[in-house]
């Protein structure tokens, strides 16, 4: 498509919107601490969509509405509220029995279902998310936080029986381990938020939610629902510039567990600003730039569609995404070729259009930086292989494949985060292995041949560079109950669903020695259930 035909894609009013996806502007004004919805008049800042109106000046992007600003004076409120709900573990939440913080969850899901159509227009129109993706994003949400219950209940039930062993009787279970400050990103604004939200609070911690900055309107529909199903000061919200309200937190020494789904970058910074490094929990899911391995021996039809899906889906903002792709040179041009075509195939439109598969981007920023990772690229010998790639209108930019990337391009290193796919061609296999072992990234990679003692040789070495190989298949997170990280600069910590669990608890022991009188307080104890962690209740 040309420049007009893409400003067409944007419409002109609300009446070329259906009326089921229309947006009033939410202005929101309240914000969440020690279980009070507080009235905000402060600051306030405004949401911008990256879907456009077309206008007489030229594309506008539409204000889906506008959230609080607040300072450092909230945010050391919320922390202590979280503090106090804690009480050094011997608040409400932390001292409740597992069955007990179940319901309140289950609760919890049932109000969330209530919201659904609001959340998911939300996610269309803050970040640019399709109809069927962002569908897609909440069901799977709930989807994992049953799992996550069913997990629990799982690992509860391992732990409600005695072990005695060498004269010595013990209870192992799991506790909390304190304050929590949880920050999500933008391009899995909810389920990538909650995957480690629900498990940190399930475990009996209490929380710190930095919203992010690009999707923080959706969870606005759901402060209400954590006020209502959970004690006073269990979940906290912070509003704001990280940079103005997050560093005091962590100075404060407070804070006993870190997650953050961002950059490495924030994370060091963060990490070195507590003042007790040893009691901080770290919980990171970092930068990644998975790479695509295609032997010459590959199936290039099968090659193309898994690497097109892994490194498009969502435009390319996923941490996951296949974000370079190594070729072997003798078949560089069949698969340029066939990829080529399959990438213009893909349809651009406004995030509740019906078969829509590119959509503008939420970051304003974003189209001009990744035109300069093109540029940058074609300057230095490389070429935009597909037609139109890389032409921008407002915030959208047509998807480029641009080969031959080589060591030296911003394309080569730097994880573009958007939908621009850098591929390099090689003669050897020690090419594609040598980039990922000086890479600072280890998450994943996805190798495609059909040469069974050759992928055989490559599961080998490449397993000990990062933590999932994918073979014949795209770099993906799913499904929830495998384990999610990585190694080097991409990930601290292992999200799953139990191991997301354990990430946000630590085992703990009650143990006596094997004596009748012993046996009798223990026998008392638990018989009169006068212990929550001393119990052999079990939950079904």
């Known amino acids: 498509m040309n420049k007009p035909q893409l400003a067409n894609l944007f419409p002109v009013d609300d009446s070329q919107i259906p009326e089921a996806y229309r947006i009033e502007p939410l202005h929101q004004r309240e914000y969440l601490i020690n279980g009070e919805l507080r009235t905000w008049d402060g600051p306030t800042v405004d949401v911008l969509s990256p879907v456009c109106f077309q206008t007489k000046t030229g594309l506008e992007r539409n204000v889906v509405g506008s959230y609080p600003v607040t300072t450092e004076k909230e945010a050391q409120q919320a922390l202590e509220a979280a503090v106090q709900a804690y009480d050094n573990g011997r608040g409400e939440w932390p001292t409740m029995s597992i069955a007990d913080r179940i319901t309140c969850m ?33 069901d799977r949400t709930v989807e994992y936080i049953y799992d996550t219950i069913d997990a629990l209940k799982d690992i509860d039930r391992a732990g409600s029986r005695f072990k005695i062993e060498q004269g010595i009787i013990g209870q192992i279970r799991r506790s909390p381990l304190g304050v929590v400050l949880c920050m999500g990103p933008f391009n899995y604004p909810l389920n990538e938020t909650y995957t480690t939200l629900i498990p940190a609070i399930l475990m009996g911690n209490t929380i710190l939610f930095k919203t992010p900055k690009h999707g923080t309107l959706l969870h606005y529909p759901m402060l209400d629902a954590f006020r209502e199903c959970f004690p006073k000061g269990v979940v906290n919200t912070i509003y704001g510039r990280g940079a103005n309200v997050v560093p005091a937190l962590m100075q404060s020494g407070k804070i006993n ?18 003042p007790k490094s040893n009691r901080l929990r770290a919980v990171l899911g970092l930068d990644a730039k998975n790479a695509g391995i295609i032997l010459e021996n590959a199936d290039i039809d099968l090659a193309v569609k898994e690497c097109l899906l892994g490194s498009m889906s969502f435009n390319g903002q996923r941490c996951t995404a296949i974000k370079i792709i190594w070729v072997h040179r003798s078949i560089a041009g069949s698969f340029l070729a066939k990829f080529s075509e399959e990438l213009n195939k893909l349809k651009p439109g406004m995030p509740w259009e019906s078969g829509t598969q590119v959509t503008p981007l939420p970051e304003q920023q974003k189209p001009a930086y990744l035109t300069e990772c093109v540029n940058d690229a074609v300057g230095q ?17 047509s998807p480029a494949l641009v080969y031959p990337v080589a060591d030296g391009m911003k394309l080569y290193r730097e ?20 980039y990922i072992i000086t890479s600072d990234h280890g998450q994943q990679v996805s190798v495609f041949g059909t040469d069974t003692e050759q992928i055989a040789e490559l599961i080998d ?13 795209q770099c993906q997170r799913g499904p929830d109950t495998f384990p999610f990280t990585g190694r080097k600069d991409s990930a601290e910590g292992t999200l799953s669903v139990e191991d997301a669990l354990r990430s946000f608890s630590i085992r703990t022991v009650v143990a006596t020695k094997d004596t009748d009188t012993n046996k009798a307080i223990l026998n008392d104890i638990v018989g009169q259930h006068k212990s929550e962690f001393l119990s052999t209740n079990f939950i079904f």
Request: charged residues 20%; aromatic residues 6%; without cysteine.
């Open 106 to 138: 289950q609760h919890f899901v049932g109000k969330m279902l209530e919201r659904k159509a609001q959340i998911v227009n939300l996610l269309m129109w803050e970040i640019g998310k399709t109809l069927g993706d962002s569908t897609k994003e909440f």
């Open 461 to 473: 070495p490449l397993v000990n560079q990062v933590s999932r190989v994918n073979i014949n298949a």
């Open 257 to 274: 567990v870190l997650t953050l789904i961002g950059s490495s970058r924030v994370a060091d910074s963060l990490k070195k600003m507590h």
């Open 381 to 397: 010998g490389a070429a935009v292989i597909n037609e139109g790639g890389g032409t921008v209108v407002g915030s959208y930019f």
């Open 415 to 434: 994880e573009q985060f958007g939908p621009v796919v850098p591929v390099v061609p090689f003669d050897s296999i020690e090419e594609p292995i040598d």
